[in-house]
C-alpha cells in the first residue's frame, strides 16, 4: 500500500531545464517508467491518462539560475485551473491553455480564462506559435513534440504524482515558484487545508465504507479518491479489500461486497444537474445493484466529473458534495 | 438427431453450469442451483441470490444466445458464398451496428440508459443491411454483394476512426468505444436476454429454413437453379437472416471475433458439408464456446479480459491449427 503523503511531501514533477539547443538539459529527472497504471477506469479516464506516472526523482520547481518563465503554456487541466487560482499575476503569465480547459466534464476552471488566451491541443506548432519559455505538459505528450520544445529551448514541467492532497499541494507550491509567486500558493494550500479541517469537524457517524465504481473499475489506495473519502469521514472500501490504484472490479464482486455507498462520476458541472440523478438511476438499474446496501439505503450517490476526477480543488469539493449528500451534520 | 448433434446439445447444459458456478462473487454451483430453484419457486432472493440470477445465469443465456447466433450466421455466409472464409463480418452488418454504436457514445446516448446503446446499435445493423441490399442490388451476383459487404465494412470501420479522431479530447470517450468494440457480457442481464431472443430467433428459424436451399447451392448456382432454387431470394433471405443474427449480438454485446468463423468449421468436422445438420451443429458449438469463454473471462477477477479477446486469442491459433491440418480445401468441404 502507498504511504500517505503528509503536506510537506515533495510530488514527482519533472522539471526539465534545458541548456542548450538540440538536447535535453543534463538534469532531467524524468526517467521513470511511463503511464503503468495497471487499468483506468473510463469515468476517471481524463485526468488518469493525462497524468499517469513518471516516477522520477523528486526535484525542486526551479533550479538556480533558470530564468523565471514568463510565458507559460500549459497542458493539463490541474495546471489550467491552479495558474488562475494563484491569481492575476500568475495569469499574466500564461500565454496559452489546454484545449479541455473550458469543458465542464473535465475542468474546475471551465468558462474563466478570458477568450484572448488561446486554446492549444497538444501540436507541436500550435504550441510553439505562442512562444512560450515553460510548458507545463502532461504524460502522454509525445516524444516528437517534447523534443521539439526542448529544441526550441521551452522548458518542461511535467506534473506526473496525483495521488491527492498532499500531491496538490505540492503541485500548487512548484506553479507558484515557477511564477515567482509563492506566496499566492500558499494562500492556496491554507484555504484548502481550512476546507478539509472543516470536513473533518463534521465527519458523519457512523463512518461508512464507499466504493467509487464507474464501468468495472474501482478508485483503491494511492488514489486521489481515497482522500476523497477520507475527507468526507467515510473509508474507501476498495483499499478495504487490499486493492491499491485503478483496478479492475467486475460488477458481479462489487455487488457482492455489498457497499454501503456507492460512488459514481456524472457528466455534469454541478450535482443538481439531471444528469447525476439519471446516472444513480442507470446504476441502480445494473443488474444486482438493487439488492446492495446503498441501493437500499438510497446511497448511489453522483458526483460531478470533474470533482470526483479531479487532482485538484475539486477534491475538497468532492469530499464536501459526499458530506452534504451522505447526512453531516451542518456546516 | 446425429451422434455429433446430440453431444453438442449436451455440451450446452453442461457449459451453463460451469458459467453458473463461476465468477468473482464466490458462489458455487451447489448454492447457485439452489438459488435457481429458489428463485423459480417464487422465493425472494437476498444478495447472494441476486448475483446468481440477476447477473450470472442470464448473461450465461445471452451468452449462449449470441454464441448460437453468430455461429448460425458464419454458416450461412459461407454457405452463401461458398467461401470458407467467409464470416458474419463480411457483409458488413456488425460494421454498421459498430458505427452507430460510437456515434451513440459520441452523442452521450448511453446516458439515457441500458437500452440505448443496443437499440442504436440495432439500428445500425438494419441500416447496414438495408444499404448493403440497396447497393448490391436484389439481382447482383454473389460476387457483387460480398465486395458491396467489404467495401460497406470498410466503410463503417472508417467512420468510426473519425469520429475517434474528431474526439480524441474526450479519453473516457475513446475508452468507452475500446471497450464496446472489444466485446462484453458485463452488466448484461435479463432485459438484453429478452431484447436479443426476438432477432435471434427468427434468424435462427430463417437459417435452419434455408437450410436445403443452401445445400442445393453448394452444388453450384447453375445446380441450384436447375433444381428449383430462386437465387435471388435465397440472397435476400441469407442476407437479412444474417442482419437479424449479427446485428442483434453485436448491438447488445459489442464484437465478439472468430465465433462466426471457426464454429462452422468446428461443426463441418463431424457433419460434412451439409446445412441441414451443419447449421443447428454450428449454433450449438457457437453457443457453448462462448459460454465457456465468457465463464473463463469472469473467473479472473483481477484484469479484465473482455470474452471478444479471448475469442480471437483462441480462434486464431485453432484456426490455423485447422488449416494447417485440413487445408483451405479441406475446410471447404
Redesign the interface.
Known amino acids: 500500500m502507498t504511504p500517505r503523503r503528509e503536506p510537506g511531501d515533495v510530488p514527482g514533477a519533472c522539471l526539465e531545464p534545458i541548456g542548450a539547443r538540440g538536447r535535453r538539459g543534463a538534469g532531467s529527472k524524468c526517467h521513470g517508467p511511463r503511464s503503468t497504471l495497471p487499468a483506468v477506469p473510463r469515468r476517471l479516464a481524463a485526468v488518469l491518462f493525462a497524468l499517469s506516472s513518471c516516477t522520477g526523482e523528486p526535484e525542486p520547481a526551479r533550479e538556480p539560475g533558470d530564468p523565471p518563465a514568463r510565458r507559460i503554456v500549459s497542458q493539463t487541466i490541474l495546471s489550467d485551473e491552479v495558474l488562475w487560482a494563484l491569481g492575476p499575476a500568475a495569469q499574466a503569465r500564461v500565454v496559452g491553455v489546454s484545449a479541455l480547459a473550458d469543458d465542464p466534464r473535465y475542468s474546475g476552471a471551465a468558462g474563466v480564462w478570458p477568450p484572448a488566451v488561446p486554446r492549444r491541443a497538444l501540436t507541436s506548432e500550435g504550441l510553439l506559435a505562442l512562444q512560450p519559455d515553460l510548458a507545463v505538459i502532461a504524460s502522454f505528450t509525445a516524444p516528437e513534440v517534447r523534443e521539439l520544445l526542448s529544441t526550441h529551448g521551452v522548458r518542461l514541467l511535467e506534473l506526473t504524482q496525483f495521488r491527492g492532497f498532499a500531491d496538490y499541494r505540492a503541485h500548487v507550491r512548484r506553479l507558484a515558484a515557477v511564477v515567482e509567486d509563492p506566496a499566492a500558493g500558499e494562500r492556496l494550500v491554507a484555504d484548502l487545508d481550512a476546507r478539509l479541517a472543516r470536513l473533518a469537524a463534521r465527519e458523519p457517524a457512523p463512518r461508512l465504507a464507499a466504493i467509487s465504481w464507474g464501468d468495472g473499475h474501482a478508485a483503491a489506495a494511492g488514489t486521489s479518491f481515497d482522500d476523497i473519502a477520507e475527507a468526507a469521514g467515510l473509508s474507501n472500501l476498495a483499499k478495504e479489500k487490499g486493492l491499491e490504484g485503478h483496478v479492475p472490479v467486475a460488477l458481479e464482486l462489487m455487488v457482492s461486497w455489498d457497499p454501503p455507498v456507492i460512488v459514481i462520476a456524472c457528466p455534469a458541472a454541478e450535482p443538481d444537474d439531471p444528469a447525476c440523478r439519471a446516472a444513480e438511476a442507470a446504476t441502480a438499474a445494473l443488474p444486482g445493484v438493487r439488492a446492495t446496501a446503498a441501493a437500499r439505503d438510497g446511497r448511489i450517490v453522483a458526483v460531478p466529473g470533474r470533482a470526483l476526477t479531479s487532482t485538484g480543488e475539486g477534491m475538497a469539493r468532492a469530499a464536501e458534495l459526499l458530506q452534504a449528500r451522505l447526512g453531516a451534520g451542518p456546516p | 438427431m446425429k451422434r455429433s448433434t446430440a453431444l453438442a446439445a449436451a455440451a450446452i447444459p453442461l457449459a451453463l453450469l460451469l458459467s453458473l458456478g463461476t465468477?468473482?462473487?464466490?458462489?458455487g454451483l451447489g448454492e447457485a442451483l439452489r438459488t435457481v430453484a429458489r428463485r423459480l419457486a417464487g422465493d425472494e432472493?437476498?444478495?447472494?441470490?441476486?448475483?446468481v440470477w440477476?447477473?450470472?445465469l442470464?448473461r450465461a443465456l445471452l451468452a449462449g444466445l449470441v454464441g448460437a447466433a453468430l455461429a448460425a450466421a458464419g454458416a450461412l455466409c459461407q454457405g452463401l458464398f461458398r467461401n470458407p472464409m467467409a464470416d458474419p463480418g463480411v457483409l458488413g452488418v456488425s460494421s454498421g451496428a459498430a458505427l452507430f454504436a460510437v456515434v451513440g457514445l459520441l452523442l452521450?446516448l448511453d446516458?439515457?440508459?441500458?437500452w440505448a446503446i443496443p437499440v442504436v446499435a440495432a439500428v445500425g445493423a438494419a441500416a447496414a443491411m438495408g444499404l448493403l441490399l440497396a447497393a448490391a442490388g436484389r439481382r447482383a451476383s454473389l460476387a457483387v454483394l460480398l465486395l458491396a459487404g467489404v467495401a460497406l465494412g470498410a466503410l463503417c470501420s472508417a467512420l468510426i476512426t473519425v469520429c475517434q479522431a474528431l474526439a480524441s479530447?474526450?479519453?473516457?470517450f475513446?475508452?468507452?468505444v475500446v471497450?464496446w468494440l472489444m466485446g462484453s457480457f458485463?452488466?448484461?442481464?435479463?432485459p438484453h436476454l429478452s431484447w436479443a431472443l426476438p432477432p435471434c430467433g427468427l434468424g435462427l428459424g430463417l437459417a435452419l429454413w434455408l437450410r436445403r436451399d443452401l445445400d442445393a447451392l453448394h452444388l453450384g448456382t447453375d445446380a441450384a437453379a436447375s433444381l428449383g432454387v430462386d437465387l435471388a431470394r435465397l440472397r435476400l433471405l441469407v442476407v437479412v437472416a444474417v442482419g437479424l443474427l449479427v446485428g442483434a449480438a453485436t448491438a447488445l454485446t459489442g464484437v465478439l471475433a472468430f465465433v462466426g468463423l471457426v464454429a462452422p468449421h468446428v461443426a463441418r468436422m463431424s457433419s460434412g458439408p451439409g446445412h441441414r445438420l451443419l447449421v443447428p451443429l454450428a449454433a450449438l458449438h457457437g453457443a457453448s464456446a462462448t459460454i465457456v469463454v465468457d465463464a473463463v473471462a469472469?473467473s479472473a477477477?483481477?484484469?479484465?479480459i473482455p470474452p471478444g479477446v479471448i475469442t480471437s486469442l483462441v480462434g486464431a491459433p485453432f484456426f490455423l491449427w485447422l488449416l494447417r491440418r485440413r487445408g483451405l480445401r479441406g475446410l471447404a468441404s
Open positions: 465468477g468473482p462473487g464466490d458462489i432472493l437476498d444478495l447472494r441470490g441476486a448475483i440477476d447477473l450470472r442470464p452521450g446516458r439515457a440508459g441500458l479530447h474526450q479519453w473516457d475513446g475508452l468507452k471497450y458485463e452488466g448484461r442481464s435479463w469472469r477477477s483481477g484484469v479484465v
